[in-house]
């Protein structure tokens, strides 16, 4: 099996020379293999959004190494980067982070805007993703004109449209009311299972956390335990979870 | 306590409290320089045009404009200040603030701020008044004497009219702070966007928009014909149909634009044009007030700057330049200063409450004059000989040729023998024209002085001749030009910055979107040409309606001005370069608010 993440001992240190320092993350390590879907579970301030942060390049590390599809993300220039994020990676946030001012159709369309392809390839892509999520139908409103369980699947399918390596989710049912929160998680497992999409996937919730397959638990700046699911169905996988949680 | 975390949070965005100051201090600068300049009764002295009852309209005018504009200025900035603080204000509610007590904060906050850029303004109005005045004196060839930069009315009126809108839009504010609920506060900037209106309609909205401009422009233009009614007419059409096209036109053509795929899926253009569409809604009205402004301002450094043109109309319209009554020792000085081109003499015997003429004198002279020939919307002149026919009094030659005679006499033209029985010493003028009247003009004006007949009535006689009514039409021009001049760059300034504080005003709920975009991949550089384009589009909207305005309604001065078009390349370079760099230091302040998180 490929890995398609690879983090290597990464440390993140806060505060200027002279300030006092505050140390975020004191040497992860771990690999998500292509295909895989792993949960980061962590309380707030733990250090999972800072995490989050380097492995999508939004942030550098202190030190260490983080590999995307065998690549070396750590000595990118910042249009590297840019281009980076633009073509191996798909995000999905709490609070959507769609574009108000943009369609449904026009919000998922940009990450393919953004790499140049043809116009004439963008709209099948476009339809072919919105199918796949079943959200069709509202690619000409607005998204202030549709749900929040719509909204997070125009926000899969622009995270997606351009066959990202790996997509980050960072809380991505937080806003979501439980029954769209299922169905988003059902279809995260679903484009994992089927469609073969490698999901790294941030939350402190477990009920979402239990549609994973490997679970990482982060705490003050470490990885401390790590679940598997294995064989065990969801809701084994959920009492598992809260079973560790509880221990803390 | 609130006082003081209301004064943390200025400290920490001293960047944004930065250009407002600036921008209010402009204002109330521009406004004392202005008051100075048409209340101050050294400048009016100093200026015998200045004095006339039309130029002192002028002014007033000018004055309500400023006003108003500086009104309108106000209101804008004063949004900046309230975008600015509401998300604070909010949170100290939420924290458990009284919101009378907020309202009282941002009540005192708003006039503080007010006064204090209205006195800093005041000082550097005077310091201002100073040296702009006289480098535009000296620059533009004026004639404007005895100025000096500090005047206590105007000081007083400046502050009290500062000290009125700025209590006005402290009310205003905490009207808002105390009537708003505290979400709507702190969520201001995730309102949803507004439902799509019915396209049939703005379709039509925008074609009866490019008629009213139509008719606008078509009443500036037949002045002639419409007489009082242009101007109500111009002002009526042309504001509705700014509007309208504003509301309507644009937005049908970002629609269109976003119809084309290949254009709208390339890099960031689909961003842009739902940044603008969405924009364009809000910024209806102020874009059509921006592009009157520029229009009035533009407007106004070019007829300013052409101004000039009517002492040449003034030169044209006599075709002697010095009539000399007199010769003596001073003028034989003085001739030698100037180059005399062609030189005629009249000679005269006076008897009585007459002069006489001889016509064979007349017609051997060969005697020129510059007949209007020109219609109501034209001015045009041609040279034409003097008979001794035309010397009769119905005729206008007759009133011309009676000012190469001094001592206002009646004019008797007789044969030449008649002429020679007069018992009387013939007298003689000689008329010349001289090159480089305009150049040479203050050794002209000098030999006229010296050359002035003898005797009672000198003073008019002198005032009636080319160089004392070529120096009063330049005194009027002067002060045109120099009103024009200040109040086209005054305008300017108070309307880009009212633009400036629009797009700034928003900025702070643009900033999410341009961080989403830069997650999403996009490079850095992606992200500003995007901002150069939607700021630099809201700029060029108004600026090219504004300049159709100016060059349709350049028409309107065709009565006033042989050519209004004479240069306006130079009123429009000056004008377009003072505006770029409004929109340079509009994008560079709205790029370091959005793209501050982004590193």
């Known amino acids: 099996m490929t890995k398609v993440v690879q983090v290597d001992n990464v440390t993140k240190v806060y505060g200027k020379r002279g300030e006092k320092k505050y140390e975020a993350l004191k040497g992860i390590t771990f690999d998500v293999e292509q295909g895989e879907f792993v949960g980061i579970m962590g309380a707030s301030g733990s250090g999972k959004t800072t995490l989050l942060n380097i492995l999508s390049t939004l942030d550098q590390p202190t030190s260490g190494k983080v590999l995307i599809n065998g690549r070396d993300i750590t000595d990118l220039n910042k249009n590297q980067m840019a281009d980076f994020r633009g073509q191996e990676i798909g995000f999905i946030f709490q609070d959507f982070n769609l574009l108000d001012n943009l369609t449904n159709r026009e919000n998922i369309a940009l990450p393919l805007s953004l790499q140049n392809v043809k116009s004439r390839e963008i709209e099948p892509k476009v339809d072919k993703i919105a199918s796949r999520l079943g959200i069709k139908e509202i690619l000409a409103k607005y998204p202030a004109e549709v749900s929040g369980g719509q909204k997070q699947r125009v926000a899969a399918a622009r995270a997606l449209v351009h066959d990202p390596s790996i997509l980050y989710g960072d809380e ?43 679970i990482l638990f982060i705490k003050d700046g470490k990885i401390g335990k790590e679940l598997n699911r294995n064989d065990k169905n969801r809701e084994e996988f959920y009492q598992e979870i809260i079973t560790e949680l509880g221990r803390r | 306590m609130l006082w003081k975390l209301s004064l943390t949070s200025l400290k920490s965005r001293w960047k944004d409290y930065l250009v407002l100051f600036s921008g209010l201090t402009l204002a109330s600068a521009i406004f004392y320089m202005f008051m100075t300049l048409a209340t101050n009764p050294s400048f009016l002295k100093g200026n015998v045009a200045i004095a006339f009852s039309t130029t002192q309209c002028v002014y007033g005018f000018g004055i309500v404009l400023l006003a108003l504009i500086t009104f309108i200025y106000i209101i804008y900035a004063n949004s900046f200040l309230l975008s600015m603080r509401q998300k604070d204000y909010a949170m100290y509610m939420m924290l458990g603030a009284r919101s009378s007590k907020i309202g009282h904060l941002i009540f005192i906050e708003t006039f503080l701020v007010g006064l204090i850029s209205t006195i800093i303004g005041e000082l550097i109005g005077i310091g201002l008044t100073q040296v702009v005045s006289n480098i535009l004196i000296t620059q533009l060839g004026l004639s404007i004497t005895h100025f000096i930069g500090f005047y206590l009315p105007a000081l007083l009126w400046t502050l009290i009219f500062f000290v009125i809108l700025f209590f006005l839009a402290a009310l205003w504010n905490r009207h808002k702070l105390v009537k708003a609920n505290v979400i709507d506060l702190l969520k201001e900037n995730q309102k949803p966007i507004k439902a799509r209106k019915n396209i049939a309609l703005k379709i039509i909205e925008a074609v009866l928009g490019i008629i009213l401009l139509r008719v606008g422009y078509w009443a500036m233009a037949n002045v002639s014909t419409l007489v009082l009614n242009s101007i109500p007419l111009a002002l009526v059409t042309i504001v509705l149909g700014s509007y309208f096209v504003f509301d309507s036109f644009f937005i049908l053509l970002i629609d269109l634009l976003r119809r084309n795929k290949k254009f709208k899926y390339s890099k960031l253009h689909s961003f842009t044009l739902g940044q603008l569409k969405f924009r364009i809604n809000s910024y209806t009205r102020i874009l059509s007030i921006v592009s009157l402004l520029f229009a009035l301002a533009l407007g106004a450094i070019t007829v300013g700057l052409n101004f000039k043109q009517i002492t040449d109309q003034q030169m044209e319209s006599t075709y002697y330049d010095v009539v000399l009554f007199n010769q003596n020792q001073k003028t034989k000085q003085q001739l030698k200063k100037v180059v005399v081109t062609s030189k005629t003499k009249v000679t005269y015997k006076i008897a009585g409450k007459y002069a006489y003429v001889s016509s064979a004198q007349i017609k051997n002279a060969n005697l020129k004059r510059n007949a209007f020939v020109g219609k109501t919307d ?26 190469y005679i001094p001592y206002q006499k009646e004019i008797k033209v007789v044969s030449q023998t008649k002429y020679d029985q007069i018992k009387q010493n013939s007298n003689e003028t000689i008329l010349l024209r001289v090159k480089d009247f305009k150049k040479n003009f203050d050794n002209v004006e000098k030999l006229q002085k010296f050359a002035v007949p003898k005797g ?21 021009a002067s002060g045109f030009e120099f009103m024009g001049f200040f109040l086209g760059i005054a305008f300017l300034a108070m309307l880009a910055s009212t633009l400036m504080f629009k797009v700034l005003s928003g900025a702070n709920s643009d900033e999410p979107r341009y961080v989403m975009l830069w997650k999403m991949g996009t490079r850095n550089k992606l992200l500003k040409t995007s901002i150069n384009w939607e700021i630099g589009t809201l700029f060029a909207l108004p600026a ?56």
């Open chain 2, 378 to 403: 034209e001015i045009k002149y041609k040279t034409e000989k003097i008979t001794p026919n035309d010397i009769k009094p119905e005729n206008s030659a007759y009133y011309e040729f009676a000012e």
């Open chain 2, 544 to 599: 090219v309606l504004g300049v159709l305005d100016v060059l349709f309604g350049l028409q309107f001065f065709k009565s006033l001005l042989a050519h209004p078009y004479n240069n306006i390349w130079i009123p429009f370079s000056i004008f377009l370069i003072c505006y770029l760099i409004y929109y340079l230091i509009t994008v560079k302040l709205y790029q370091s608010i959005v793209l501050k998180k982004i590193k």
């Open chain 1, 172 to 214: 991505p049912t937080g806003a979501l009311d439980s029954d769209s929160a299922t169905e988003l998680l059902e279809t995260m497992k679903d484009l994992n299972e089927k469609d073969k999409v490698s999901i790294l996937m941030v939350t402190h919730d477990p009920y979402s956390a239990s549609y994973a397959q490997r």
């Open chain 2, 456 to 476: 009672k009535n000198v003073e008019e006689q002198l005032n009636s001749s080319k160089a004392a009514s070529y120096r009063l039409i330049l005194n009027i």
